[in-house]
């Protein structure tokens, strides 16, 4: 912390209607003759600012002030709190027995002339915090009324009531109870209509009117009732229709899958041939056919791709197979089935692509005779 600051007091007046003198905090730099005097910025308007920043005085536009020193070598919160109070002991003063001095802070005062007076930058600090003006005096009714042109004060609950012109509303203070109307036929109860005033026991005529008024309305929302009923009543047929139709569908998906694994293991290249002859010539089998290879899985590609073919072919009839069918074998990548299988596992798994499959449907075919012999 730096203790560049000292606290002092002004000795020139500049209001000469008041005995006050003014202190403040300013940095060392600004002492002068033996701190006697200081420099001060008079006509600036961030005071504050130019002391925190420790900003060196302009001796050309500065005034040179006679000044008291009242303590020197403190930190700025300090000095500020020294400038607000001169009274204000420290942790530090405390123990060293300093601090003891007792000045009394110079009452703020406020001149009365209309004029804004002339505030000098030495006494900001004393301006930053104004108090509040005092309260005016409470003036009683009496004395208010005695003045001239001033109205007493007046009770308002005292005040009349000036009831308007009813309008041509009727207003009627009703019970339903269980779709029965009760009118309140109380004695204070009255019904404004024009400027007469009529009791509400003899209006029968606007009780009959509300009363069948309500009648309709129930008589709408009744029927609203039924119309609501009768609509709830469609959708639960048409519910129970569609759940038949899927448990129909199901029966009829299960019967077409057990007799599409009829065919399965293909066990010779006749079988492959018919067997791809109906799926290209029937579409419902190669929709059930579809079905049956989804239902397989596989927790990769590669392995639901070999579960599938598994299924499908013996390995004594893969044995005489592969991808493009040289060496005298059976060549697969024609086959319709072939290629419903690719485009299931592929949209299946989104990693494997078309070469990956064929990669991977050859692989399997070579392999075939190897898996034949350990059959054995």
Same mark, same amino acid.
């Given at each position: 912390?730096?203790?560049?600051?000292?606290?002092?007091?002004?000795?020139?007046?500049?209001?000469?209607?008041?005995?006050?003198?003014?202190?403040?905090?300013?940095?060392?730099?600004?002492?002068?003759?033996?701190?006697?005097?200081?420099?001060?910025?008079?006509?600036?308007? !961030?005071?504050?600012?130019?002391?925190?920043?420790?900003?060196?005085?302009?001796?050309?536009?500065?005034?040179?002030?006679?000044?008291?020193?009242?303590?020197?070598?403190?930190?700025? +919160?300090?000095?500020?709190?020294?400038?607000?109070?001169?009274?204000?002991?420290?942790?530090?003063?405390?123990?060293?027995?300093?601090?003891?001095?007792?000045?009394?802070?110079?009452?703020?005062?406020?001149?009365?002339?209309?004029?804004?007076?002339?505030? *000098?930058?030495?006494?900001?600090? @004393?301006?930053? !915090?104004?108090?509040?003006?005092?309260?005016?005096?409470?003036?009683?009714?009496?004395?208010?009324?005695?003045?001239?042109?001033?109205?007493?004060? $007046?009770?308002?609950?005292?005040?009349?009531?000036? =009831?308007?012109?009813?309008?041509?509303?009727?207003?009627?203070?009703?019970?339903?109870?269980?779709?029965? $109307?009760?009118?309140?036929?109380?004695?204070?109860? !009255?019904?404004?209509?024009?400027?007469? =005033?009529?009791?509400?026991?003899?209006?029968?005529?606007?009780?009959?009117? =509300?009363?069948?008024?309500? @009648?309709?309305?129930?008589?709408?929302?009744?029927?609203?009732?039924?119309?609501?009923?009768?609509?709830?009543?469609?959708?639960?047929?048409?519910?129970?229709?569609?759940?038949?139709?899927?448990?129909?569908?199901?029966?009829?998906?299960?019967?077409?899958?057990?007799?599409?694994?009829?065919?399965?293991?293909?066990?010779?290249?006749?079988?492959?041939?018919?067997?791809?002859? $109906?799926?290209?010539? !029937?579409?419902?089998?190669?929709?059930?056919?579809?079905?049956?290879?989804?239902?397989?899985?596989?927790?990769?590609?590669?392995?639901?791709?070999?579960? =599938?073919?598994?299924?499908?072919?013996?390995?004594?009839?893969?044995?005489?197979?592969?991808?493009?069918?040289?060496?005298?074998?059976?060549?697969?990548? @024609?086959?319709?089935?072939?290629?419903?299988?690719?485009?299931?596992?592929? *949209?299946?798994?989104?990693?494997?692509?078309?070469?990956?499959?064929?990669?991977?449907?050859? +692989?399997?075919?070579?392999?075939?005779?190897?898996?034949?012999?350990?059959?054995?």
């Amino acid at each position: 912390i730096r203790m560049s600051y000292a606290v002092v007091t002004f000795l020139n007046n500049d209001d000469e209607e008041t005995d006050e003198y003014y202190s403040s905090e300013i940095p060392m730099s600004w002492l002068c003759e033996n701190n006697t005097k200081c420099w001060w910025p008079a006509q600036s308007k !961030n005071v504050t600012s130019l002391i925190t920043r420790e900003v060196p005085p302009n001796t050309d536009k500065w005034d040179l002030e006679e000044i008291k020193v009242d303590i020197l070598g403190v930190s700025l +919160e300090k000095a500020r709190k020294l400038a607000d109070n001169l009274d204000y002991v420290s942790t530090d003063d405390a123990e060293k027995g300093r601090g003891k001095r007792k000045v009394t802070q110079p009452t703020k005062l406020l001149s009365d002339d209309d004029s804004e007076p002339q505030i *000098s930058s030495k006494s900001w600090r @004393q301006f930053t !915090n104004i108090a509040l003006p005092p309260q005016l005096p409470s003036c009683s009714s009496n004395n208010l009324s005695q003045a001239e042109g001033v109205t007493p004060h $007046v009770n308002i609950a005292r005040m009349p009531i000036i =009831i308007p012109e009813p309008l041509e509303n009727t207003f009627i203070e009703l019970e339903i109870d269980n779709n029965n $109307v009760h009118v309140d036929t109380a004695e204070n109860t !009255n019904i404004f209509q024009g400027t007469r =005033i009529i009791s509400s026991g003899s209006n029968v005529e606007g009780r009959d009117s =509300i009363t069948t008024i309500i @009648q309709e309305h129930n008589l709408k929302m009744s029927r609203m009732f039924v119309s609501i009923s009768m609509s709830l009543k469609n959708i639960d047929q048409r519910l129970e229709t569609l759940e038949k139709g899927a448990q129909i569908d199901n029966s009829t998906n299960s019967e077409g899958l057990e007799i599409l694994k009829q065919y399965f293991p293909i066990l010779n290249i006749e079988d492959i041939t018919n067997f791809d002859r $109906v799926i290209s010539s !029937n579409k419902e089998v190669a929709t059930h056919f579809k079905k049956y290879i989804k239902g397989i899985g596989g927790h990769s590609a590669k392995d639901n791709l070999n579960r =599938i073919l598994r299924k499908i072919f013996s390995n004594a009839c893969a044995m005489h197979c592969s991808w493009m069918g040289r060496k005298n074998n059976f060549g697969v990548h @024609q086959l319709h089935f072939i290629t419903i299988i690719k485009e299931t596992v592929c *949209s299946t798994f989104s990693s494997m692509k078309e070469n990956d499959f064929e990669k991977a449907c050859g +692989e399997w075919f070579r392999f075939a005779k190897q898996r034949h012999n350990r059959e054995k």
